[in-house]
C-alpha cells in the first residue's frame, strides 16, 4: 500500500532563515512525488514533482525538494523563507504501476514564518 | 488559479436539500478528480473520471452523485448530506489518467451542513 508521512504538523521558521518541511513515503516500486501548497481559504497550487532524473528538483517561488531514495524522502526546501511563504504544505506521492488517479497525500504541514 | 475554477465557493445546505457544485477546467485536460478535505485528515480521493467515463469510486456514499457532461466540466449533485459531509470540496483536473501527470486544484467549495 502506498502511505505518506508528515512528520510534523508545524514548523516555525524566522524570516530569512532556511526552512525545511519533511517527508517520508512507502509505495512497492519507483514513486512518482508531488508538493502542493495551499493558503488559507484557497485551493492546492502545485509546486513541484520528482518524476524521474536529478535527485534536486527546483520549483515555483524559490522552492526546492530532494528525492533521496534510501531514505525513501522527499523533503521540501527554501534557502532564505519569506512571511508569504506561510501556508499549509502537502507532500503527496504515486507508484509507477498506478495509471489510475490515486494521489496519495499527507496530512500537511502548517509552516509560520515570523518577521 | 483560474485554470480550474468551482462554483459556489461557498455553501450552506440543509439534511434534506438537493445542491450541486460546480467544476469547470479551462486547461484542455482529460481526467477530472473530486478530492474531500476534512479538518485534520488527509485529502481523500472521492472520484475519477477520464474522458468523461467514471474510472474509480473510492467507496463514497451514494448521497453523493458525481456527473462529467464533458472534459471540461464536473459536477457533484449532493443530497441528503449529513453534518459529517461539511468539508472543502475540491475538483482537480490533469492532461492524462496516467501517474506521472500533475493535477491541477481549483479553490473548492467550502459545504456546512446543519
Known amino acids: 500500500a502506498q502511505s505518506v508521512a508528515q512528520p510534523e504538523d508545524q514548523v516555525n521558521v524566522a524570516e530569512g532563515n532556511p526552512l525545511t518541511v519533511k517527508c517520508t513515503y512507502s509505495?512497492?516500486?519507483?514513486?512518482?512525488l508531488f508538493w502542493y501548497v495551499q493558503y488559507p481559504n484557497r485551493g492546492l497550487q502545485f509546486l513541484l514533482k520528482?518524476?524521474?532524473?536529478?535527485?534536486l528538483v527546483k520549483g515555483s517561488y524559490g522552492f526546492e525538494a530532494e528525492f533521496n531514495k534510501s531514505q525513501t524522502s522527499f523533503h521540501l526546501k527554501k534557502p532564505s523563507a519569506l512571511v508569504s511563504d506561510s501556508a499549509l504544505y502537502f507532500c503527496?506521492?504515486?507508484?509507477?504501476?498506478?495509471?489510475?488517479?490515486?494521489?496519495?497525500f499527507g496530512q500537511g504541514t502548517e509552516l509560520s514564518v515570523k518577521p | 488559479e483560474t485554470g480550474v475554477t468551482q462554483t459556489p465557493r461557498h455553501l450552506v445546505m440543509g439534511m434534506t436539500n438537493k445542491k450541486s457544485l460546480k467544476c469547470e477546467q479551462h486547461?484542455?485536460?482529460?481526467?477530472m478528480y473530486w478530492y474531500k478535505q476534512s479538518a485534520k485528515k488527509p485529502l481523500e480521493l472521492m472520484f475519477v473520471?477520464?474522458?468523461?467515463?467514471?474510472?474509480e469510486n473510492n467507496s463514497v456514499p451514494s448521497r453523493f452523485s458525481p456527473e462529467c457532461p464533458n472534459s471540461s466540466h464536473l459536477f457533484l449533485h449532493l443530497h441528503t448530506l449529513q453534518p459529517e459531509d461539511s468539508a472543502l470540496y475540491l475538483c482537480?483536473?490533469?492532461?492524462?489518467?496516467?501517474?506521472?501527470?500533475?493535477?491541477?486544484f481549483g479553490p473548492g467549495t467550502r459545504l456546512l451542513v446543519l
Open positions: 503527496a506521492v504515486r507508484a509507477l504501476y498506478n495509471q489510475g488517479g490515486k494521489l496519495i
Open positions: 486547461l484542455g485536460h482529460n481526467a
Open positions: 482537480a483536473s490533469s492532461y492524462q489518467l496516467v501517474a506521472q501527470e500533475t493535477q491541477y
Open positions: 509505495v512497492s516500486g519507483n514513486p512518482y
Open positions: 473520471y477520464n474522458f468523461k467515463e467514471q474510472t
Open positions: 520528482y518524476i524521474t532524473g536529478d535527485n
